[in-house]
């Protein structure tokens, strides 16, 4: 069973938005973080943005800075990514992970979606 779900991937034009989400399929211990990463074909996995999981501070990547707003939903247990003015740059999987570090390194994440998919046309 895959840890993490991810939604609300899919195909827009430049200037475009889309609202992402995280949702454990299971309990997950010992994992105070999250973080929504992407992956372009050909290249690394990379961070998006990072927070903990109880909200508060948010990190966010790149020009991710002023783009993309992490939310939660703690009593939920729910995670998103607003992603705003999108550019074909954008376009990749994107995943979420939970990890027990504020961390931008995929390695310190342990538990993943399988990913959901976002294309960005222009």
């Known amino acids: 069973q895959v840890p993490l779900v991810e939604s609300g991937g899919g195909s827009v034009l430049t200037g475009g938005s889309l609202k992402l989400t995280c949702e454990p399929s299971r309990p997950i211990y010992n994992s105070n973080y999250m973080g929504w990463f992407r992956q372009a074909p050909g290249k690394a996995r990379e961070a998006v943005a990072i927070s903990s999981t109880l909200g508060g501070h948010k990190s966010y990547r790149g020009k991710a800075q002023g783009r993309f707003t992490m939310s939660e939903d703690t009593a939920k247990d729910t995670f998103y990514l607003l992603m705003t003015n999108l550019e074909p740059e954008d376009t990749a999987m994107y995943f979420c992970?939970?990890?027990?570090?504020?961390?931008?390194?995929?390695?310190?994440?342990?538990?993943w979606g399988q990913g959901t998919q976002v294309i960005v046309s222009s």
């Open positions: 992970g939970f990890g027990r570090l504020f961390s931008i390194n995929v390695d310190d994440f342990n538990f």
